[in-house]
């Protein structure tokens, strides 16, 4: 399968090189970096925490619209001006709507395909209002990742986009630390409602697992970050924001953004992490551990009961009040399961398994209809074919950026291009198995 450059119409020597082994053109030999194909790569790693384990929450940088909600952000007109900026932006001196350097690659095309398909679903899904609803949404995030194609054309882009995330998330963790401080949040957390923990920073998400998640996704780019970052100063202030977002995806109580970032710092320790660095990252773990157990030690050592606490409920069986048991996700996953292979493998249609849910439940759920696993939720909305596209989806775009880091030399393009393996191999863990809130 080659992958071909969405930028043909650029001169040769303008273009950004991309590894033969990641774009498979064997034409011409291998420069060991990164074109701007990656972007692609980088904003499909990052879109799909748009159509994520609930279509209807779309985020768009660290602001989130959640149409079920109720509470309605500005965020939602964004995706319709860029559309329209874009359009404007591609048009010739003629009048003419110019796309010929938008050379689509598999990847886009299943994208698209998907959204063709949960279109045509709108035929047999039972509620047309939530089809439409997650259409529109699927759409805007689709979108995005299109134009993002088209407009990122060179690794300034990409590393642009690198620091911009660093600054997403030295924001966010500001935000989070003001809300465990005060005990504040802002209007749209789920912690202001009577009935909700108080104590679990949202920051500008509704739902703490959704903070969690992204705090947990942007980890990577902050550990690259100091890996290969040659000035101290800079390092040390990485290290800190690090141990901070660390603390608060404690402090959103989320297990499975646990398993993520354990999962995902295994393999890059394991696999990327070059031997000379191993010893000298052990140490300064090892330090700043130290570090916090004097100073404070009972916020550590609670941190780490808490950390244990949470882990260790993953394997009780009984129902608790709070409804974040294992028997619930268990009951969830079996009804969204047989609600798939009563669709015989088409799917109940595009947002449809939540209703389907509450009418068709076999297994008692004790009034939880969300399925709180991406996959399975896939699987339940959209059929076997496009769930087999999607894991394809994912494991090729691991695969080639594997492939890719082997042959790469610069500084600037190892470190992106691990950051987003770090990610690409934590993401499945938090939207695999979310605590039903």
Known sequence: MR??????????????RLLDSLTGDESRPSTGRLRHDDGFVLFDHQGRSFPRADLRSIGIGIVQHESRSGQHLPVSNAVPLLLAVFVVKTFDRRGHLDISGIQVRPHLQFLWLWFAYACLSLFWAQSKSDAAEEIIFLFMAITVISIT?????????????????????????????????????????????????????????????????????????????????RKPILGLLGAAVLLSSLNLIIATESRANFIAVIIGTAFWFTFLLPARKKLATVLAAV????????????????????VGEELTTINVERLETSGTSLNVRKSLAKNALLLAADSFGVGVGAGNVEHRMSRDSVEFTYGITNVHNWWIEILANYGLVVFVGYVVFCVSLLAGLIKAHRNLTRVREKRICEALIFGLVAFPSPVRVRAPS
């Open 3 to 16: 992958w071909r450059t969405i930028c043909g119409n650029l001169p040769t020597w303008s273009r950004p």
């Open 149 to 229: 194609v088209h407009s990122f054309r060179s690794i300034e882009d990409l590393n642009g986009f690198f620091y911009f995330w660093l600054a997403v998330l030295v924001t966010i963790n500001i935000i989070g630390l003001w809300e465990i401080l005060t005990g504040q949040h802002l209007p749209i957390s789920k912690s202001n409602e009577v009935y909700f923990d108080h104590d679990l920073p949202t920051c500008v998400f509704r739902n703490p697992n959704d903070f969690a998640t992204v705090l947990t996704l942007s980890v990577p780019f902050m550990i690259t970050f100091i890996s290969y970052n």
């Open 287 to 306: 330090l700043a551990v130290a570090i916090l157990s004097v100073f404070p030690a009972v916020q550590l050592r609670s941190s780490l009961m808490e």
